[in-house]
């Protein structure tokens, strides 16, 4: 079938299809609001201004002693979020966090006056996310609860076998958060205290291990290639197959085809004047019959035979220089983005080339609290091998990573919390 044919057919299938539409009598109810008597409870609509346009913000409402849902809500558009409210506004709060910068507001509906509510950047106190992984001898615990408290501020997380030992602790304000872990070990429950950790405001969710002593239970290795799934992100459902088998999917596309080809056929012979006309107007030229077969002889056909040898291509040889075409390798050095320190009250101290030492007399820690626990000299901060290595300066109270006291050079990873006495401080990149 040539391309003329094919433009045809489809140009009367279109034809077709509009004057069916054009013809047919229309379903589209007037209105969608609910009929008056219906009982459907009354709607607010809540608009939040948001306070610049860079944020990645997120909005919804719930009962103040809700679970907190964290993957629910709109989403803003052009600076703005339009919220429905519904029900009694009595006892829920109204939530918008900013993902880009792991942080959120949040005020009491009551609070809001004429469904308007202006934010400032200083509304976003709060962290959004610190994630929680609960381990025992390196493999995810199976079940049990988290508890983060931050002051008298408490906030708790179910494990289960899903989460991989992985879950989020949400709107929590900066500080040190003391965690416990409570889980049945032996049938009975026990809850068991974990570390104290520096909660600060980080534009990616800070992420702490809590490793288990206890015999837990835990969850079986990951078979090769199996997905993971993360924390309070529920797995996706199974799609059914809508289509069927193979061969009934076959046999319906050509059935469809068919029809397809019978309608083009009759809209061709019944309204071809029209068509050609609309086709002369699309571009398409018609000088002549559209044909349903290429024909071999057309003057458009390609201007040699089936049975005409094939000319040969040679290429002269080039001799090839070993020098050129031997492979280079260029070594690489590993680089880290941007290593730095960051205080439990946001001061940050970017980690150069050169070591560093830290302590209570650093000025870039000056109001950090607990910062009269370090000694003067309390540590250094090096680059060694790629990475970047903390190591005791022979301190009065210690340094420790991650709760344990370090004895000698360690090396960090991202998020590792490093203690200097009292003193917190988060190590990112």
């Not at 709607?43 to 913000?57: K, S």
């Not at 009551?110 to 390196?138: C, M, P, Q, Y």
């Not at 837990?216 to 069927?244: F, I, L, Q, R, S």
């Not at 040969?312 to 280079?328: F, G, R, T």
Request: charged fraction near 20%.
């Amino acid at each position: 079938m040539s391309p003329r044919t094919i433009a045809v057919y489809l140009f009367a299938v279109i034809l077709c299809m509009s004057v069916v539409a054009q013809s047919g009598p229309s379903n589209t109810p007037e209105t969608n609001a609910p009929p008056s008597g219906s009982g459907t409870p009354q709607e607010r609509r809540l608009t939040i201004v948001l306070p610049n346009a860079d944020g990645e913000y997120i909005a919804w409402v719930q009962s103040d002693a809700g679970r907190f849902v964290a993957d629910r809500g709109m989403t803003a558009s052009e600076g703005k979020i339009v919220l429905p409210v519904i029900g009694d506004v009595a006892g829920q709060s109204v939530y918008v966090a900013d993902r880009k910068s792991n942080s959120i507001a949040s005020v009491g509906l009551a609070e809001v006056k004429d469904n308007l509510w202006t934010l400032k950047s200083e509304d976003f106190r709060n962290i959004f996310e610190v994630v929680i992984r609960v381990e025992h001898e390196g493999t995810a615990v199976r079940d049990g609860q988290v508890v983060g408290r931050v002051g008298t501020l408490e906030r708790t997380a179910l494990v289960t076998e899903d989460d991989k030992g992985r879950v989020s602790l949400f709107n929590l304000p900066t500080g040190e958060m003391q965690l416990s872990f409570t889980t049945k070990i032996d049938g009975t429950e026990q809850t068991i205290a974990g570390p104290t950790v520096g909660i600060v405001k980080s534009p990616n969710p800070s992420a702490f291990v809590m490793e288990i002593s206890e015999a837990v239970p835990v969850v079986e290795e990951d078979k090769p290639g199996e997905p993971v799934a993360t924390a309070n992100t529920p797995a996706p459902a199974a799609t059914p197959n809508a289509g069927g088998s193979p061969i009934g999917q076959m046999i319906t596309g050509l059935i469809a085809l068919g029809i397809v080809g019978a309608i083009g056929w009759w809209a061709w012979k019944n309204h071809r004047a029209k068509i050609e006309e609309g086709l002369k107007a699309m571009g398409v030229p018609m000088d002549s019959q559209p044909s349903d077969s290429d024909d071999e002889d057309s003057p458009h056909a390609p201007a040699y035979s089936r049975n005409q040898p094939i000319e040969q291509i040679v290429l002269n040889p080039v001799p090839m220089d070993p020098a050129v075409s031997a492979p280079v390798q260029v070594p690489i050095a590993a680089a880290i983005p941007n290593p730095r320190l960051v205080s439990s009250s946001g001061q940050v101290q970017m980690l150069g080339e050169e070591s560093i030492e830290v302590g209570r007399d650093a000025v870039w820690l000056i109001g950090a609290p607990s910062l009269e626990t370090a000694s003067r000299r309390h540590a250094s901060f090096a680059r060694v091998d790629g990475g970047i290595v903390v190591s005791d300066l022979g301190s009065t109270n210690g340094t420790y990573v991650n709760g344990q006291k370090i004895e000698g050079p360690v090396t960090l990873s991202p998020g590792d919390v490093v203690q200097l006495g009292g003193l917190v401080l988060r190590y990112e990149e």
